[in-house]
Nanobody, 113 residues
């Protein structure tokens, strides 16, 4: 089973920032695109951002211009810098690999107005 360990969630006021991290093994990190998804209460899990092994990034329209995904080659980690947070960003955020298909345990992000 793939190990994906998220960290960095918390509570913040609207307009604030948080940085999420997802650590994994060197094999998974070197050979896979890594993505962030989120799931708000009562809603389906939705795509947030992805970064390929070559550093190409894609974002959902709802976070484009506010969030930035990056790879940390030293620590086999992927980060999600979240700026200008809004209450609608409140959700559990999950790290994900597609091949193999696996998910982290999730980290809670709460944004108050």
């Amino acid at each position: 089973q793939v190990q994906l360990m998220e960290s960095g969630g918390g509570s913040v006021q609207a307009g604030g920032s948080l940085r999420l991290s997802c650590a994994t093994s060197s094999n998974i990190f070197s050979n896979n695109a890594l993505a962030w998804y989120r799931q708000a209460p009562g809603k389906s899990r939705e795509f947030v951002a992805i970064i390929t092994t070559g550093g190409h990034t894609t974002y959902s329209d709802s976070v484009k211009g506010r969030f930035a995904i990056s790879r940390d080659n030293t620590n086999n980690s992927v980060h999600l810098q979240m700026n200008s947070l809004k209450p609608e960003d409140t959700a559990i955020y999950y790290c994900h690999t597609y091949h193999p298909d696996d998910w982290g345990q999730g980290t809670q992000v709460t944004v108050s107005s």
